[in-house]
């Protein structure tokens, strides 16, 4: 069953200033996504590493070409690897997790982890006190060593049964040690630690899907920010029917979520159906009559927006959109609910979408399901519950079961025969909702009735 949380829905007239106090300053973003991530560490990180079987899990990466998870293991100051980084985390037998850098010490990470690579060869950076802040010293190693001898030394020490490693055949958010990295690493190994590597996948997904409590509960305004701009664009403040055009309400939306000081992930959409022409993708003017769709999405504070909304430019003589149209959002919000209805707790993306689709040609609605995880990333790690190209299944992520505390753009679309505009409306709909306590929530709402245009 899903909640709506009715009061969430944005119906009134929201202006820039009142979605715009919604933005913290870059210093406050810092201070709440490093918050966050010690929280993470503490809780999320533990979990999940017990519940891969992975005891020992390595991240390491070039500068510029960093791992997909590297910027959410780090404080926000530090924004990309610095040369080669290596950080190595171990579940300790009291469940607790033991955070290692491999790395130059004084980076940024030293309130975060523990320098471990201190005594390096063919440098002269090996005198720890001159490294550290505050006067803090480091264990030096009895002997220099490479960053991937320190990395066998580390492994030995710990003793795990298992090391996971970020290669994986499925997700690209798991695969992010490339293959002069990994012969570098394995060459220091002997043939134990090599017999206990194996794929961090699982566990790399589990990081990145995973929500705290504060980051479950930050959504739902970071969602109304999305309602509002959508809200603002969809409006007669922005469109003048007969003069204004897609791409301007395009652009309206890209500009407006860049003043606000967000980060688009992907380039906005606005498009035109229109009565016995169809669907229109390239710049047109609106006309009354009309009906718009958008795709947007942003990041605020390392978490990702995506919604589609639809609107209806009202001709001279109406006060409402048609009933035909109405009908056809009622199909698609039908569509949603059937969705959301078969999410269960470790059921994979392939059996939700088996069940959604089943349950929807059980009811005559023509139905496309490509529903996928959001978190730092807008198609984001966790199961894929279809591809709009994909209807029987995704071999590979749709294979990953649903976990409680993780979050999904609700992405779909139904065909309906629209008789009075010759021509069958392909209405999609995108909605961000959560997954926790084995119930699913609409974020901040739902779109229920078209935006009108006078």
Not at 209 to 235: V, W
Not at 255 to 276: C, H, M, N
Request: glycine letters at 6%.
């Amino acid at each position: 069953m899903a909640i709506s949380r009715e009061k969430f829905l944005i119906k009134d007239t929201i202006n820039s200033a009142e979605f715009k106090s919604k933005i913290y300053s870059y210093r406050d973003q810092e201070r709440i996504r490093n918050g966050w991530l010690k929280k993470r560490f503490d809780e999320v990180l533990p979990m999940l590493m017990e519940r891969s079987g992975i005891d020992l899990w390595v991240v390491c990466c070039r500068e510029y070409n960093e791992d997909p998870v590297l910027t959410t293991l780090v404080p926000v100051s530090m924004m990309s690897a610095r040369r080669t980084t290596i950080l190595v985390f171990y579940l300790q037998p009291d469940k607790t997790v033991k955070r290692m850098a491999l790395t130059r010490p004084g980076v940024g990470l030293d309130d975060y982890y523990e320098a471990v690579w201190t005594n390096p060869k063919n440098s002269n950076w090996s005198d720890g006190k001159s490294l550290l802040p505050d006067g803090k010293d480091v264990k030096s190693a009895s002997k220099p060593e490479t960053q991937f001898e320190c990395l066998a030394r580390i492994i030995k020490e710990c003793n795990p049964k298992k090391v996971g490693l970020n290669i994986s055949k499925d997700y690209a958010f798991a695969d992010g040690l490339s293959k002069q990295l990994y012969d570098e690493m394995v060459a220091e190994f002997d043939e134990d630690i090599k017999a206990k590597i194996t794929s961090a996948a699982d566990l790399c997904v589990g990081w990145l899907e995973t929500r705290t409590e504060e980051e479950l509960a930050a959504y739902t305004g970071i969602m109304q920010i999305a309602h509002g701009i959508i809200d603002e664009a969809f409006s007669s403040r922005v469109i003048i029917p007969g003069v204004t055009t897609n791409a301007d309400v395009k652009y309206f939306m890209l500009q407006r979520t860049i003043d606000l000081g967000l980060t688009p992930w992907f380039d906005y959409e606005v498009s035109i159906r229109r009565a016995k022409v169809g669907e229109i993708y390239h710049e047109a003017i609106i006309m009354p009559g009309d009906l718009l769709h958008c795709d947007i999405g942003f990041r605020y504070l390392n978490l990702c927006t995506d919604t589609q909304e639809n609107a209806y430019v009202l001709k001279m003589d109406e006060t409402e959109a048609p009933a035909y149209l109405t009908h056809a959002l009622k199909v698609v919000n039908r569509l949603q609910d059937i969705t959301i209805s078969s999410f269960k707790e470790h059921l994979t993306g392939n059996q939700i979408l088996a069940k959604a689709l089943a349950k929807a040609k059980d009811e005559g609605i023509n139905a496309c399901i490509y529903t996928h995880p959001i978190n730092h990333h807008g198609h984001g790690a966790g199961p894929t519950i279809g591809l709009w190209d994909m209807q029987n299944g995704v071999k590979g992520t749709g294979d990953y079961p649903l976990y409680n505390n993780t979050l999904y753009s609700l992405e779909l679309n139904a065909k309906v025969d629209i008789p009075q505009w010759d021509m069958v409306l392909t209405l999609g709909a995108e909605t961000d909702i959560m997954f926790a306590n084995d119930r699913v929530f609409y974020v901040a709402g739902r779109q229920e009735q078209f935006h009108l245009i006078k």
